[in-house]
């Protein structure tokens, strides 16, 4: 059991340093929060709207894409298995 608690955490603080690193690195950009940890959707939302209203005052357009990545290689998945 204490064994379990101390890998976990290992791995824990492992996956911090390496984000830290590849951000550092500009490998990983800073402004990609899509994986990270205490983002959330709705932090995408506020900037999609944001940009709706900033492009509504200049009177131009917005062109955006949403794709679903669950289902998106489902297709490929069963030639690989």
């Known amino acids: 059991m204490i064994g379990h608690t ?3 955490l290992y791995g824990i603080v492992l996956e911090m340093k390496l984000l830290e690193g590849l951000e550092h690195l500009k ?3 800073v402004g990609h929060t899509g994986f990270k940890s205490d983002y959330r ?4 939302s506020f900037t999609l709207w944001v940009v709706i209203e900033e ?5 131009s ?3 955006y894409c949403f ?4 289902t998106a ?3 490929d998945m069963i030639f690989l298995l």
Request: proline letters at 0%; aromatic letters at 20%.
């Open 6 to 8: 101390f890998v976990k």
């Open 41 to 44: 959707t709705v932090d995408h």
């Open 73 to 75: 290689f489902e297709y």
């Open 61 to 63: 357009k917005v062109f």
């Open 27 to 29: 490998i990983r950009a």
């Open 67 to 70: 794709v679903d990545f669950t």
């Open 55 to 59: 492009a509504r005052k200049r009177s």
